[in-house]
């Protein structure tokens, strides 16, 4: 059993936290935001992850898993609390106003870290950093010591996937470490081998990379899928079955080649806008990553004229309803969702905009334009809409029952922005539907 600290507890730093409790090591869960703590204590968890809360509570009862807002308790240990021999970073890194990550949250984590560590301490990064900034968390906690006392920093890039957080910590395709200090490295991937899987460690520059560089790429493949949806619905041939011919093939896959409405959330857009800023700062033209920012955010637009053709070419007093808020399903995260962009636009051309999701209204409420109308399901969304726009393909959306919604709309035109639906099937159900790249524009 290992005593370890996470300081940050979001999407990454609870899941960490308490699945490294889940595998037996003690572990103290750290945030500046008092009320989010004083909740956990009750078992009230800030974010919704499918099997986290049940796993959070198991844990602090098994007297593994703790939260405070107190590093030196934390860090030194405190009232049934050991020191901790590792101490996880798991705090935002959002865009800066230029692109470039902001590491305000990590040089005051980083700070704080210093200000009270007694013991030599091994820091793990697991927040996206640009490249260097492992070098540079180390040269700030040396520089903010109270006296020497040895510290190393290992860059363990997270991969998880919000929705699937608990499964895809517990079953990586890989853990990769990153450090100047390889005995570090070899400390922290102990904590990992019970899950038997790939350990990958490195350099820190380059654990930093892999992390960019996944990312990117995943969203090169979301923008190239959606780059070819644009051709197929000029061409009329079905994207969707064009993924899945793709992706029978292993060298290429199925995976993230789902046209849309384009990647959102807390990773992906600030990922790419990121690593493309490293890259030129340096004199390097990231003309790829500059494209699939461009595809992706034309791809978002698109769903905007797609509505207003449906619609007689006018949204002005139209009522359109947002079906699925969430940046993707199984989350509650709605930064940078596409549904904030699309009801602000609507707005701006006249319509009025309902919305529903399953578990992230209360998300919503603060981050969506204000005259957007929150209603309590699909079928009270679809009461006198003009258009209903899929925006997040939870599964429960799946099998609605589409006589109702229907019926009680304005005029039944469903505009699918995940291709969720069966096209034919919604065209017999009375329905005028466009999906994303589906190849029906020629057809109806
Ligand atoms: N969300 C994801 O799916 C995901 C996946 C992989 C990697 N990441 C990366 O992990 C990092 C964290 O992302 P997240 O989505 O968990 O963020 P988050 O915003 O959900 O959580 C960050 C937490 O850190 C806390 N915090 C900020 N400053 C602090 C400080 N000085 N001391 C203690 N706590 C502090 C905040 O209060 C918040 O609770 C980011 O760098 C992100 O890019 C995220």
Redesign the pocket.
Known sequence: MKHIAV?????????TGTCLADLGNQVVC????TE?IENLKKGIL??YEPGLEEMVRRNVKAGRLAFT?N?TEAINGGEGSEPAEFVFI?????SAVDGA?DL???R??AE?IAAVMDHPLIVIN????PVGTGDWVADSVKAKQKKPIPISVVSN??????GS?VHDFMNPDRVVFGSLDPEASHKVAQLYLPLRTTLMTTDLRTAEMI?YAS?AFLATKISFINEIANICEALGADVKEVAVGMGYDKRIGRAFLDAGLGYG???FP??VLALAHMAAVKGRHPQLLQAVMDINADQRKSILSKTRNLLGGDLKGKTIGLLGLAFKPN?D?M?DAPSIDIARWLIEQGARVKGYDPVSMTAAGSLMPPDVKFVEDPYELAADCDAIILVTEWNEFKQLDFDRIRQSMKTPVLIDGRNLYDPEKMRASGFTYRGMGRGYNERS
């Open positions: 300081v940050g507890v979001g999407y990454v730093g609870l899941v750290l945030d500046i935001i989010r800030p974010i807002t590093y798991a705090v935002g890194t959002p990550a305000e949250y990590v005051a984590a704080s697991k927040s996206t950093v890039p997270e991969f998880l996937r919000e957080a992390k990312n959330g807390s990773c600030k990922d989350t995260d930064r």
